[in-house]
């Protein structure tokens, strides 16, 4: 990037450029902007060798977790994958119960017989199924996940197909704007391929090294890709507001015998046995996924549960980011706008910014975290804070906002790519001299001085040169003529008088 960063001259045409750093992640450039419903693929894996990286088959559980997040507006198709790629359930809107339940007893219909691993067919069919999303409107996303390299059955053939995945595969990706979200499950699969397709498509990449983690992953990938609202969980305690009209737990287990206990703030406790209306209880040996409709305003706790647990909620009054880059900076700085919105406007009243705390939290690329205080709102309602990334690679953020009675959080994240060089010298501006120029007694005209041009000979000082040669030419022939005539004379005359 810094060979060619150099050859940019205009400082707004560089920031520009540089904004560009920021990788298709969720960056919105409009107030009260949502993102587009999801064209989604989960595309999984089903060779035999699952049956020994995936013992417990904890993918489906996972694949569950990532649909039940989904909105109503999105879609989903399910595809199952060995020597071919074959679509368990076609792109459907989970618009309704029943499109929902098919979409996720779809996944358990994906078996561990398969022979092979051809992930070229994959993507195929996922271009295939997808190309037409973006017109629509719609991002378009697959979820890849292989335990395996690029096989089906002979060495040739396999490093031809996994060649044709960067040369044409790649760019029909690119062309309709299809990301791929990709998932190595163990260290044995190819993990430099995964890696590459994800970059190149601007999406993301993961290792899950055992099966345990797997459902994280899908949590992170709906994370990056739908960019939530939560609630920041602290100590395994929550806060729900009124404006909250459903709340979705993912509670992550100790071991496969945790019993996950969720208690309100009247002090009732629920777990997967008891049936309340408006509560929904999905168990798994690593993780349970806890629904509930219209929660109880006020302090919530998930009791025998691991770290690490999610809090996503569906509310009225939603935590929404703006991203902007400094065309004035020739490394790359974020500046990040955050605002509340309520029915598509944005909240400006004191009662619910008053004593609102908000901290952007930033994890690097290479795990560690910083985290910064955001200034107060402006009268608009408006807060603003600027970071600058300082390596190269991909960020995980949020904003987190709290009071006494309302919190909030959104996770969202970005590539970024620092110039290696340092930035170019300024160049050295022309200095420029003026001169009044009479026109007429009531009017002047600035006229600028250039710089003095090299000598040139124009078309108006040929025709004067020529016609000054001529003149003098002819001067000498009317010397010499009128001399010549004298002596001419004088020698006639002598010869006269002799």
Do not use: C
Not at 3 to 29: D, P, Q
Not at 224 to 232: F, G, H, R, Y
């Amino acid at each position: 990037m810094g060979s060619w960063v150099k050859r940019i001259k205009n400082k707004h045409l560089l920031g520009i450029v540089l904004g560009l750093f920021i990788a298709a992640t969720g960056l919105h450039n409009a107030l009260a902007t949502q993102k587009s419903p999801l064209d989604a693929l989960v595309i999984m894996d089903s060779s035999g060798s699952m049956k020994k990286t995936d013992p417990r088959e904890l993918r489906k559980p996972a694949a569950k977790l990532f649909i039940t997040l989904l909105g109503n507006e999105d879609k989903l198709s399910v595809v199952s994958f060995s020597s071919q790629a074959w679509p368990i359930t076609f792109l459907t809107q989970l618009n309704t119960e029943t499109n929902k339940d098919k979409a996720i007893k779809a996944t358990d219909r994906v078996s561990s017989k398969g022979i092979y691993t051809n992930i070229h067919a994959a993507i195929v069919k996922g271009i295939d199924m997808l190309k037409a999303s973006k017109a629509l409107d719609r991002d378009p996303i697959i979820v890849l996940m292989s335990d395996g390299k690029m096989d089906v059955g002979d060495a040739n053939k396999s490093t031809e197909l996994r060649q044709q995945i960067f040369d044409e595969l790649i760019p029909q990706l690119k062309q309709h704007h299809i990301k791929i979200y990709s998932i190595a499950f163990t260290e044995n699969s190819d993990q430099t391929l995964l890696q590459e397709i994800a970059d190149a498509t601007e999406g993301r990449y993961a290792l899950a090294a055992s099966d345990d983690v797997l459902h994280k992953v899908f949590a992170k990938i709906f994370e990056q890709s739908k960019e939530p609202n939560l609630l920041p969980l602290s100590e395994n305690q929550f806060v729900v507001d009124p404006s909250i009209r459903e709340i979705t737990i993912i509670a992550n287990k100790k071991s496969d015998q945790s019993k996950i206990y969720l208690e309100s703030p009247g002090g009732h406790r629920y777990n997967s046995n008891f049936k309340k209306q408006g509560l929904k209880w999905f168990e798994s040996p690593g993780f349970d996924m806890i629904t509930l409709s219209k929660p109880e305003a006020g302090n919530w706790k998930i009791l025998f549960s691991d770290d690490d647990n999610k809090a996503y909620i569906v509310a009225d009054i939603k935590l929404r980011t703006q991203f902007e880059y400094n065309t004035e900076s020739y490394y790359p700085e974020l500046m990040i706008k955050t605002w509340f919105d309520k029915d598509d406007a944005t909240v400006s009243n004191n009662e619910l910014l008053n004593n609102m705390e908000l901290v952007l939290e930033i994890e690097h690329p290479d795990g560690s975290i910083d985290k910064q205080d955001i200034d107060a709102a402006n009268a608009d309602g408006i807060f603003t804070t600027r970071y600058k990334p300082t390596m190269d690679g991909i960020y995980a953020a949020s904003i987190i906002a709290t009071s006494k009675t309302f919190q909030r959080q959104q996770i969202f994240s970005f590539r970024a790519v620092i110039p290696k060089q340092p930035p170019p010298e300024p160049e050295p501006e022309i200095e420029t001299t003026e001169e009044i120029k009479s026109v007429d007694e009531t009017k002047t005209e600035v006229v600028p001085i250039a710089e003095p041009a090299p000598a040139q000979q124009e078309p108006e000082d040929d025709l004067t040169q020529a016609l000054i040669y001529f003149l003098i030419g002819n001067l000498i022939l009317l010397f010499l003529g009128v001399n010549g005539f004298l002596i001419f004379r004088m020698m006639k005359n002598k010869k006269t008088s002799q």
